[in-house]
């Protein structure tokens, strides 16, 4: 290997200490162009002038800036050479070229090597080592001349018209707003802009991009005009808003037939900002290099197409053809490695199957008593190596892949032939979605079940796929190929229709068993990180006790208890109540350390990007701390509907503008670590001395805390709760430490609107 790449949050050139398109914070990173995936809010910034004017619009704050014009040749660090290269994929969008002691390398981001109308022209330089984004890195990715897909938006946009309906065209409000917005400019076509692409659309006007005529949408005033729009669902209010919309999405996944059921619209055009196939191959030859990686997409489809070619190329982060494998810097990445043999691999190889693993399921399911489903998972595990119950312990916890059911539902109806009306008379005919299923996977030819490690380096694979067509394409051949029950498995633990029952104390105790420990070690462990398959690692390692609560990885929220009545309240908690308003929004947990700040759901889920404005504000806060919260729709010193928020979600992250439509506070309620100290185990009075110190501000408060006495004070603290808009009120125990798996409810809420 010419050049040292490492996949950690983006990609990072360790020999020179710069990430590459870094989503998470950190010291330097190259910002390829101001899509959201590919930009965080780092400390130095290198990229070309239109992206920092893009960047500071998007991502508002104090950072050094790195900005070159394309073409300058500039010192990236002592010795090393660099210099930026326009992209060709959005207005400002540049591949980094570096050389360094001779060895010369080229990361394209985001690119598209055919002349588009709305970026800069592509230009391609030589390089040893390229890293290629290959999104559409298969020849069915090969797009038709973009003169003629322009013609055809244009005649679907006259047509619609004809027929008193309302044209909308869903692209992405940077980038593919613009450039269908260039496409009409000899239509005679009046162009109305939705509030997102109208603000980018005047952000590249001020760049020196200029436009035909378009006015902002107004409701009142849209029949007769063509709109431009980021992706909307049916629901959307907006779309409801619109005299008989007929919409379009522009996308190159158009090229798929499911495009218009996937993405819940009438017509889908193939036009994209990114390269095609042809592109690809094109790109490769220009550049000349003598090894390739591919990042993204069909990266190693694309990788097996160069090396046929005679290409020293390689996907990163992916198992590759022959056994060529990149490692990644993730630690927590399940790669398909192959193993050295092992004289007692066919004494284990049933115990490490999918199929043995979906029996025991299935065992586990047919018992409701807590000590027979553990007595089964125990039984499991102790067949399996140290390795392999870290994988079966990630295939039974809540799925590390995000699909929605549809996506699953669809790969189903692919992998079996069937199709959408065929499913759905199967399932009104049967007790339950499983019958239906196991019916469709009877089509299938057997296959033989695969090993556990192999059915998670799959869902490795399946959670980096760029698109949900990507991962539905997947999944279906995955299906198709994999036995009816082990399918029949896979389907429920992508759907979360699993039902067997299996708790985290459940499984704690069973990791505990199998490797003969105390439970209270496992479950103080997964507490601190929220990990089973962690534990899990830890505990075969007897490495349990370096589990502590660690900056950026969440860990699960208390769920408070309901009551029915004061009285219910103060029968468990006693008549020295500690009360907090529970407020209606969205629960979520926020890290903080340095200059650096993530909000994560009750999931785990990263949702910073979905609310920058708050981020902004906690980094104010001087202490570093992680703390339980809720994120609550606010303004004029009152709480909006919850409505509001579920809306502001509902949009697409780069369609967000800093909550000047949807303004949000955040509400500390709980502190669960301060600078280096663990505070899990410290009582609850203690963890609010501590947070009540903190310099918080407008847009992050602390929550306040009400002690009560008495059924009289419970009553009229529901009553404010009401009046202030809260869901209720929440009544802790001030000994309590924070343990979401306590068998001792120590959070109980009484909600507002049930008493008498």
């Not at 980094?619 to 009152?638: H, K, S, T, Y």
């Not at 110190?693 to 009560?708: G, K, Y």
Request: aromatic share 8%; hydrophobic share 35%; glycine share 4%.
């Amino acid at each position: 290997m010419i050049w040292q790449i490492e996949q950690s949050n983006g990609l990072y050139l360790p020999e020179i200490g710069w990430h590459l398109d870094a989503r998470k914070p950190v010291s330097k990173s190259f910002v390829s162009h101001a899509h959201f995936d590919h930009m965080g809010d780092h400390q130095t910034i290198l990229c070309s002038p239109p992206t920092a004017k893009l960047i500071e619009q998007r991502i508002p704050g104090q950072r050094n800036w790195r900005i070159h014009e394309f073409g300058e040749t500039f010192e990236l660090e002592p010795g090393i050479k660099a210099c930026l290269y326009p992209a060709g994929h959005i207005v400002g969008s540049s591949m980094l070229w570096v050389e360094r002691e001779g060895r010369t390398f080229l990361y394209t981001g985001d690119f598209k090597l055919t002349p588009g109308i709305s970026a800069e022209r592509c230009q391609p330089v030589p390089a040893e080592t390229l890293i290629i984004e290959s999104t559409y890195g298969t020849p069915r990715y090969t797009f038709p001349p973009e003169k003629e897909v322009f013609e055809d938006i244009i005649r679907f946009c006259r047509e619609t018209l004809d027929n008193d309906e309302t044209p909308i065209l869903y692209g992405y409000s940077l980038g593919k707003s613009q450039a269908i917005l260039r496409s009409l400019s000899e239509a005679s076509l009046e162009v109305m802009l939705h509030p997102a692409s109208l603000k980018l659309t005047q952000s590249c006007q001020k760049l020196g991009w200029d436009y035909p005529a378009f006015l902002p949408f107004d409701p009142r005033n849209h029949r007769g005009k063509v709109i431009i729009s980021p992706p909307q669902t049916k629901a959307s209010n907006w779309l409801k808003s619109i005299h008989n919309p007929k919409t379009a999405m522009i996308s190159g996944w158009a090229i798929d037939p499911s495009a218009t059921y996937r993405y819940q619209c009438d017509k889908a055009f193939p036009l994209s900002d990114h390269a095609d196939y042809l592109d690809l191959l094109s790109f490769v030859e220009k550049v000349k290099p003598k090894e390739v990686f591919t990042v993204h997409g069909f990266a190693r489809e694309f990788a097996d197409t160069l090396r046929s070619q005679g290409y020293q190329a390689w996907a990163l982060g992916r198992e590759n053809q022959l056994g060529l494998e990149i490692e990644t810097s993730s630690p927590q990445a399940i790669t398909n490695k192959p193993k050295p043999a092992d004289p007692e691999a066919e004494n284990t190889a049933q115990a490490n199957s999918l199929s043995r693993l979906a029996s025991t399921a299935a065992s586990i399911a047919q018992t409701d008593s807590k000590s027979n489903k553990l007595e089964i998972l125990a039984s499991q595990l102790s067949a399996l190596t140290p390795d392999d119950v870290s994988y079966c312990i990630n295939l039974l916890d809540t799925p590390s892949v995000q699909l929605t059911k549809t996506i699953v539902k669809q790969s189903l109806i692919l992998a079996t032939g069937s199709s959408e009306s065929e499913f759905k008379r199967l399932q009104s005919g049967s007790k339950d979605t499983s019958t239906t299923i196991r019916h469709l996977l009877e089509r299938n030819k057997e296959h033989p079940s695969r090993s556990l490690q192999q059915v998670c380096a799959f869902l490795e694979t399946l959670a980096t796929a760029p698109n949900p067509i990507f991962q539905q394409s997947l999944l279906s051949e995955h299906l198709r190929k994999s036995p009816p029950a082990d399918a029949l498995f896979l389907y429920q633990h992508l759907s979360n229709l699993s039902t067997i029952g299996l708790t985290p104390k459940l499984i704690c105790q069973g990791i505990a068993q199998r490797f003969q420990i105390a439970c209270e070690e496992t479950e103080a462990a997964y507490l601190r990180c929220s990990d089973l398959p962690k534990v899990s690692s830890a505990a075969a390692t007897g490495t349990l006790d370096e589990i502590r609560i660690d900056y950026f990885q969440p860990i699960s929220p208390i769920a408070p208890t309901t009551e029915s009545s004061p009285e219910a309240i103060i029968e468990k908690q006693g008549l020295s109540l500690w009360s907090e308003l529970e407020h209606d929004g969205l629960r979520c947990q926020l890290h903080k350390k340095g200059e650096h700040a993530e909000l994560y759901n009750r999931d785990g889920e990263q949702i910073t990007h979905l609310f920058p404005e708050l981020v902004e504000s906690a980094r104010l806060v001087p202490q570093d701390f992680v703390a339980d919260a809720v994120i609550v729709p606010w303004e004029n010193e009152r709480p909006l509907p919850q409505s509001e928020l579920d809306n502001r979600l509902k949009r697409k992250a780069e369609e967000l503008f800093l909550g000047e439509e949807i303004p949000v506070i955040l509400w500390l309620i709980d502190l669960l670590g301060l600078a280096d100290q663990d505070l899990l185990d410290t009582p609850l009075e203690k963890r609010r001395q501590k947070l009540d110190t903190f310099s918080v501000n407008t847009t992050v408060r602390i929550t306040p805390v009400t002690q009560l006495l008495g059924v009289p004070q419970i009553e009229d603290a529901i009553e404010k709760a009401k009046q202030a808009g809260g869901r209720g009120i929440v009544l802790k125990a001030p000994r309590s430490p924070y343990n979401p798996l306590s068998s001792i409810p120590h959070w109980l809420r009484l909600p507002a609107g049930k008493q008498a």
